[in-house]
């Protein structure tokens, strides 16, 4: 068994799409494609950038499979600078993977590569080893089967993955009664999604009128108003959205027929939990929360 569950690959840049004035597409190929694979469509990866300050210095990993390590040893000022993003298409046979970009002006190494990029840049990721016989990591996405209620909630930085599960919803031909919130910064940032009969995708935009996440707080209680007989006065973990990751998923019941899956701005996040938690008496087991990014912290 490979000592690592994930291991690093080269990529090339050789595609850049616009799906919308926020999201970008870019498209990767690479001869280690066959050496990676993916598990569900919110498949989290590590992308590896060039050091912003002076990237000709960057000192890019060799050691592929034990990397982690080795990563962690490099000297801050040349090892590549690491973010989490999420695996939007995988093509082995093609050595190509797509993975979308939430475009937000250059606050970070991840966004300074991506407003300047070009075909043929290079860049490295980390993601599910082939050979990797363990446990399977990086994603939440786990449904029940017998679920009869999904609620997807997701801003621009988890549209990526929200978008992947809809598609999988869509060819599964889901029977559960499926509700999408996607907030994003304006109305023209919609991108096309498959329709279903099932599936009620509903889009939000801030017009920078509102905080992150506001929006989707708003609409998830017209969804499912309060109720006092509901209420529950349930603990939930404190935590420091500040200082700590919100990173809350529910256990794997077979037998829950309401699942949720949300994934945006961390506060907002921590409040629509205690919302359904508290306000709606929705077991927390059966919500899934995770803080994709913290506002006012740099992003990218």
């Known amino acids: 068994m490979s000592k690592q569950a994930y291991r690093v690959i080269n990529l090339q840049l050789v595609m850049m799409q616009s799906l919308s004035p926020t999201m970008r597409r870019f498209s990767f190929e690479s001869s280690e494609m066959s050496a990676i694979q993916t598990f569900a469509p919110d498949q989290r990866v590590k992308l590896f950038f060039p050091q912003l300050k002076n990237p000709q210095e960057t000192q890019w990993i060799v050691e592929k499979e034990d990397w982690y390590q080795a990563y962690r040893q490099m ?56 050979d990797w016989d363990g446990e399977k990591r990086g994603f939440e996405w786990h449904p029940p089967a017998i679920a009869e ?19 999988e919803l869509h060819l599964d031909n889901v029977q559960a009664d499926v509700h999408v919130l996607i907030e994003m910064p304006k109305h023209e940032d919609r991108i096309e999604l498959p329709e279903h009969q099932n599936i009620h995708v509903h889009w939000l935009a801030r017009e920078n009128q509102s905080q992150p996440g506001e929006k989707l707080y708003e609409y998830v209680q017209k969804l499912y108003p309060s109720q006092q007989q509901k209420k529950s006065a349930v603990e939930l973990e404190n935590i420091n959205v500040d200082e700590e990751i919100l990173w809350f998923t529910g256990e794997k019941l077979e037998q829950q027929k309401f699942y949720a899956w949300i994934a945006a701005e961390s506060k907002a996040v921590l ?14 087991e059966h919500l899934n929360c995770m803080g994709y990014w913290r506002w006012g912290k740099v992003l990218g």
């Open 149 to 167: 209620q999904i609620l997807l909630m997701a801003d621009e930085t988890a549209l990526p993955a929200v978008a992947g599960i809809i598609e």
């Open 271 to 284: 409040n629509i939990r205690r919302y359904l938690a508290q306000e709606c008496g929705i077991q927390k």
């Open 75 to 130: 000297p801050e000022a040349t090892r590549p600078p690491m973010r989490t993003y999420t695996i939007r298409n995988l093509y082995p046979e093609k050595n190509r993977v797509d993975i979308d970009f939430a475009m937000h002006g250059a606050t970070g190494p991840a966004s300074t590569w991506a407003e300047s990029a070009m075909i043929g840049d290079r860049i490295q990721m980390a993601a599910p080893n082939v």
